[in-house]
């Protein structure tokens, strides 16, 4: 069985600043080729019917190649996906793109890139302005990762969430692990530490199913590949599939801390993030562990839902 790698198929095309800290970079600012700049949209209260509403119909009568589902305001999950969906919209604001100068276009696995319309171009800048990106949602935490150049290049790239705590339908780490034994494989099982805390042990699955699941979303296979055969050592910054060594991909790890709102209550979530991208096959794949405010301040940043909402009515433009 041949191991799943980039996205290089043939593309069917659609019709077609936020945030508390300092201006977030743009694309074409950094020197490194694909660079890779991460929003993250903190569902940090409850929402309104309202919100829900202002949301689903934006996307419904300006972005008609959106997949929203049905209406249904009363499901935080359809909540999640739609608001999920205005974050490319917002990336595209923030660069100050009219949305009649630019398209949303995908490939059959459903690689997702954004083309810029090149009548304003220099010459030879199409092809290398193309937006690769992946959006991902966790309980009260979505995201989006972005990249830019060549199309082939740009949409091999995921991102993955994973909410660091014990799911609440079990009542033990021992049935947890149970659980997810058609997901890790069993040295993954045996790295999680059993004598250093149940906190400890959920960040260590937290991490390896968000490298799990930030790989399988880069190479578009998100709902066709089963998990058992990717194997990851984070400690030791290894991966494989099939047994065979993972070469050429970068792995960005980082944490996300959220206060979030439950009626009166102010409840603390903590996510582990990672992104995917495949750089080249001549060299080894790497984790890059971003645990320093200041550095990931560079390359993330954070926006928060009343922030989304206020933004809402310069989306169309």
């Known amino acids: 069985m041949s191991i799943p790698g980039p996205s290089n198929q043939p593309s069917r095309q659609i019709p077609m600043a936020f945030h508390s800290g300092p201006p977030p970079p743009t694309l074409n600012q950094s020197t490194q080729e694909h ?15 309202e919100e829900y509403d202002a949301c689903y119909s934006l996307l419904k009568d300006h972005f008609p190649h959106v997949q929203l589902g049905a209406f249904t305001p009363e499901d935080p999950n359809s909540f999640r996906h739609v608001i999920t969906q205005l974050l490319p919209v917002l990336m595209m604001r923030h660069r100050r793109i009219p949305k009649a100068k630019w398209r949303d276009c995908v490939t059959p696995n459903g690689k997702h890139w954004i083309e810029q ?26 995201g989006i990762a972005m990249t830019q150049g060549v199309q082939k290049f740009v949409v091999n790239l995921g991102l993955g969430i994973q909410l660091i705590a014990l799911p609440s339908r079990f009542r033990s780490l021992v ?12 040295n ?8 250093q805390g149940i906190e400890t042990a959920l960040r260590r699955i937290s991490i390896i199913l968000a490298l799990k699941e930030a790989y399988v979303h880069a190479i578009g296979l998100s709902h066709g590949l089963n998990y058992q055969r990717l194997e990851f050592n984070a400690p ?13 991909w970068e792995f ?5 801390k959220l206060g979030v709102a439950r009626g009166d209550t102010i409840v603390e979530e903590l996510y582990v993030c990672v992104s995917a991208f495949f750089r080249s096959t001549q060299q080894e794949s790497t984790f890059i562990w971003n645990d ?26």
Not at 132 to 138: A, C, N, S, W
């Open 35 to 49: 660079p890779i700049l991460i929003w993250m949209l903190s569902l940090n209260r409850e929402y309104t019917t």
């Open 117 to 142: 319309m090149p009548e304003d171009m220099q010459p030879g800048r199409f092809l290398t302005s193309m937006i690769g990106y992946h959006i991902q949602y966790g309980p009260s935490l979505c």
């Open 175 to 186: 049935n947890y692990l149970e659980s997810l034994r058609s997901q890790l494989t069993e």
């Open 188 to 195: 993954e099982i045996n790295l999680i530490p059993r004598d």
């Open 236 to 248: 030791a910054g290894k991966a494989w599939c099939d047994g065979h060594p993972l070469q050429g």
């Open 252 to 256: 960005r790890l980082w944490n996300a």
């Open 292 to 317: 320093e405010r200041r550095n990931l301040q560079s390359w993330v940043q954070f926006v928060d839902i009343d922030q989304m909402i206020k933004v809402l009515p310069k989306l169309t433009m």
